[in-house]
């Protein structure tokens, strides 16, 4: 099984910044594609960003110029600086990771999420 253990939400005031933190762990044989989505409050969860495993990127026009993901594949670690922070950011901040995995013997692709880590920006 795999998790994901996400850290470094946290109440900042607008115009601060964050570093979000999300390590992958378990009977892992690659991560691939990793990620940061947030959902606030009564809306649905969106995209933020994401980083392959080579480092190309893709950001959310809502966060561009912001917020900068990267990686360590040696730690199967992926990150998110948050700058520039507005109220509309607040939300709960998703990791979320594709792996692969050993499954009775065959190498499955899986996606897996964290528990969220909250992020709140006051004005």
């Known amino acids: 099984q795999v998790q994901l253990v996400e850290s470094g939400g946290a109440l900042v005031q607008a115009g601060g910044s964050l570093r979000l933190s999300c390590a992958a762990s378990g009977s892992i044989l690659s991560v691939n594609d990793m990620g940061w989505y947030r959902q606030a409050p009564g809306k649905q969860r969106e995209l933020v960003a994401t980083?392959?495993?080579?480092?190309?990127?893709n950001y959310s026009d809502s966060v561009k110029g912001r917020f900068t993901i990267s990686r360590d594949n040696a730690k199967n670690t992926v990150y998110l600086q948050l700058n520039s922070l507005k109220p509309e950011d607040t939300a709960v901040y998703y990791c979320?990771?594709?792996?692969?995995?050993?499954?009775?013997?065959?190498?499955?692709?899986?996606?897996?999420w964290g528990q969220g880590t909250q992020v709140t920006v006051s004005s």
């Open positions: 980083i392959a495993r080579g480092g190309s990127t």
């Open positions: 979320n990771a594709n792996a692969d995995v050993w499954t009775n013997y065959v190498v499955r692709s899986n996606n897996y």
